[in-house]
């Protein structure tokens, strides 16, 4: 099943940024990837993230952030994930 991605404001403009700026390219080519993989596969480890417990998307959806490199080499527990995923910039 493929999830919905919703876009925030920020993220929307920053990826259009990220778009537009040739010098970025593989920023973008990396960032395609994760929102693709997000859409087909949440448990991808790539993927792996942390939920904000403090942030919600605008619909009460959860909102994620990756997980520092250090982080993923602890085997962390799942508990399933909404078929619609708000999208947070971090830049």
Known sequence: ?????????????????????????KQLKAVQKALGLLQS????????T???????GPQGQDVLRPMRSS??????????ATAQTAVKSSY
Do not use: C, I, W, Y
């Open 50 to 56: 942390h939920k904000f417990h403090s942030l919600k």
């Open 1 to 25: 099943m493929a999830n919905n991605l919703v876009f925030l404001p920020r993220a929307e403009s920053d990826l259009d940024e990220l778009a537009a700026d040739r010098g970025k390219a």
């Open 71 to 80: 982080e993923r080499r602890q085997p962390t527990e799942s508990s399933g």
């Open 41 to 48: 596969n949440l448990r991808h480890p790539s993927l792996r």
